[in-house]
């Protein structure tokens, strides 16, 4: 199989061919590893490639899953494989290797998922941008001067370049849905409490934390959700379980849903007239495919709002950076982590039990109102990024002089729209829905209800039949016969 025939596949398809035994594991893996040595010495998205690890992992049998045989590639932060690196994009993490699997990994094992590599990550993935000093920046492939976004930016600049159909993703702030954006993919983030994150951590950053993947298409999203959602072992809280399978709810057009639209994010920041002009266009064809659109905003105090995110975010990167240190016996400094997550961290011992109680009151206050009105919306329509893909370097997370609070405003700056649904835990996609004048992906926002992924996965297809994306590839792509020069 070469790299044309395999990357025209999503992660049902190549599985398909699989069950079909039209071809093996081993050549998809074979085909994976191809495009990796193609692209990633200009992309940057691939840190570890797992050839040896990938073969064990066939030669002992691969679990009949939805997904056998289907090349994988895992994010060094939150999930970890045994005996895999996990840097998380630091200095003072390198060579950090876990000796077990954390569950959502076991099932990704157990889908029949082959991780042939493990991609990029901003420093403790705190960062719109993939750009650490660690590994050095990871370039978009529509445009290799513009930024994948972050922090999940390794993976959907993989996704994007055709290495494999989706890839491990998590969102504490936007991680999946703006990398989905940058990189014209499919990114849901799902309800908190659907996929899990043990057995490390109950609700990783107090609940902001969601894990799941990048994709292509809306299908494998559904089926790869399909395939790992449930509580794991010990877990305290979990969502709803769906009334039927995920990729069943595809198969079904929605009903006429009612759609609130916003242009302005609630923290006031400007928005860029592309993305506002991808948004009127998204609204009119939403419109045509027969749902109401009302603009309409949840009223939410975004200084608080902020406060209480940069709070939430210090209390663990100190709590990350400290348990690093004590591990592997390094004092944190500017010799080993980055000069905004060094104020962070800073910050973040400052930080008193009274004001982290503060904060998470604030985050049951925004979702107590944002909850009031999704009772009369079906679903929240916006940008997912003020910005079409910003260039390489402008979001600087080892620019000296920064404070925590500077570091925060300019990542949600660039991202207003995405943090409001990891503090209310409801599920949220990005779509690639619209395109800038010099060919670069925007992606639009849906948000909604918690628990009622289904409802977005329905829009979602509807919305990929109707102005489908598939066939789009960026020219930088592992089937291109030459790639742009660099």
């Not at 030669?59 to 939805?66: H, K, M, N, S």
């Not at 901003?122 to 978009?140: I, M, R």
């Not at 877990?235 to 009334?243: D, F, L, N, Q, V």
């Not at 975010?313 to 905004?340: K, Y």
Request: a negative charge; glycine letters at 8%; hydrophobic letters at 40%.
């Amino acid at each position: 199989m070469n790299l044309s025939q395999y990357s025209v596949y999503d992660g049902i398809g190549l599985a398909e061919l699989v069950r079909q035994k039209e071809v093996t594991p081993k050549e998809l893996k074979k085909a994976a590893l191809e495009g990796i040595a193609k692209v990633n010495p200009q992309l940057n998205a691939i840190i570890s490639v797992l050839s040896e690890t990938a073969d064990e992992q066939i030669d002992a049998g691969l679990p009949e899953g939805p997904f056998r045989g289907v090349p994988f590639l895992i994010k060094e932060i939150v999930l970890h494989a045994a005996g895999v690196p996990f840097s998380m994009g630091s200095r003072l993490a390198k060579g950090a290797v876990f000796p077990y699997d954390t569950e959502l990994m076991a099932r990704f094992r157990k889908a029949g998922l082959v991780t042939v590599g493990t991609t990029t990550t901003p420093e403790f993935a705190y960062n719109a941008t993939t750009e650490s000093v660690l590994h050095g920046p990871t370039h978009n492939p529509w445009n290799l001067r513009h930024s994948s976004g972050g922090s999940s930016g390794g993976s959907g600049a993989a996704v994007a370049a055709g290495v494999v159909p989706f890839a491990h993703a998590n969102d504490g702030g936007g991680s999946i849905r703006i990398p989905a954006s940058c990189n014209g993919l499919v990114g849901l983030k799902p309800t908190r409490g659907r996929v899990p994150t043990g057995p490390d951590y109950s609700e990783p950053l107090n609940g902001l934390g969601i894990e799941f993947a990048l994709t292509r298409t809306v299908r494998d999203a559904a089926a790869l959700l399909d395939a790992v959602a449930g509580p794991d072992t010990g877990c305290y809280s979990w969502a709803e379980p769906p009334k039927r399978p995920f990729f069943d709810e595809i198969t079904h057009l929605p009903r006429r849903l009612r759609i609130a639209w916003i242009s302005k994010p609630p923290s006031g920041a400007l928005v860029d007239q592309e993305c506002l002009d991808s948004l009127h266009a998204t609204v009119r064809l939403c419109e045509e495919l027969g749902h109401e659109l009302v603009e309409a905003s949840p009223i939410i105090d975004s200084e608080q709002h902020i406060l209480a995110t940069l709070r939430i975010w210090a209390a663990n990167v100190t709590s990350w950076i400290d348990g690093i240190a004590q591990a592997t016996g390094q004092t944190p400094s500017e010799a080993n982590v980055e000069a905004a997550n060094l104020s962070t961290y800073q910050y973040g011992r400052t930080i008193t039990a009274t004001e982290l109680l503060d904060a998470l009151a604030v985050q049951n206050i925004v979702s107590r109102a944002v909850g009031r009105f999704f009772t009369e919306y079906d679903v929240l329509l916006s940008p997912t990024t003020a910005r079409p893909p910003l260039p390489l370097g402008e979001l600087n997370a080892n620019a000296k002089g920064l404070s925590a609070k500077e570091w925060t405003e300019q990542i949600f700056t660039y991202a207003p729209f995405t943090n409001l649904f990891n503090t209310t835990g409801q599920p949220a996609i990005s779509l690639p829905l619209g395109w800038s004048r010099d060919g670069l992906p925007i992606g639009m926002q849906f948000a909604g209800r918690y628990a009622d992924e289904a409802t977005l996965l329905q829009l979602a297809s509807q919305l990929e039949h109707a102005c489908p994306w598939k066939e789009r590839r960026p020219a930088f792509h592992v089937a291109a016969e030459q790639l742009p020069v660099f």
